[in-house]
Nanobody, 121 residues
Framework: QVQLVESGGGLVQAGGSLRLSCAAS???????????MGWYRQAPGNQRELVAT???????NYADSVKGRFTISRDNAKNTVYLQMSSLKPEDTAVYYC????????????WGQGTQVTVSS
């Protein structure tokens, strides 16, 4: 089992920046089984959507809505993934969830508890 703990959410004005962190913990076997880590978000009344992902080798993927504004990074030694969010917009307001997926895609993914990001206009 892997536990994911997010931090860094909060309230920010439009145009501002926030940095989210997600630390993974668990057995060594579980940790090394993780390939992709990333962030998803869910606004009230909406489905959960992809924000950005990064593989263990550093290959990134972004939703079109955040390209050029958000940057995902990862420290494999610390088992931590980061999301630097800049030029924030009110439509970025959502609960942001950390996600970790194993090399074996047939095994379930792990999710964090979520952290609220609110962008005021």
């Amino acid at each position: 089992q892997v536990q994911l703990v997010e931090s860094g959410g909060g309230l920010v004005q439009a145009g501002g920046s926030l940095r989210l962190s997600c630390a993974a913990s668990g057995s060594i076997v579980s940790i090394v089984s993780i390939n992709t880590m990333g962030w998803y978000r869910q606004a009230p009344g909406n489905q959960r959507e992809l924000v950005a992902t990064i593989t263990r080798k550093g290959i990134t993927n972004y939703a079109d809505s955040v390209k050029g504004r958000f940057t995902i990074s990862r420290d494999n030694a610390k088992n931590t993934v980061y999301l630097q969010m800049s030029s924030l917009k009110p439509e970025d307001t959502a609960v942001y969830y950390c996600n970790a997926r194993q090399y074996n895609s047939e095994r379930p993914a792990y999710w964090g508890q979520g952290t609220q990001v609110t962008v005021s206009s």
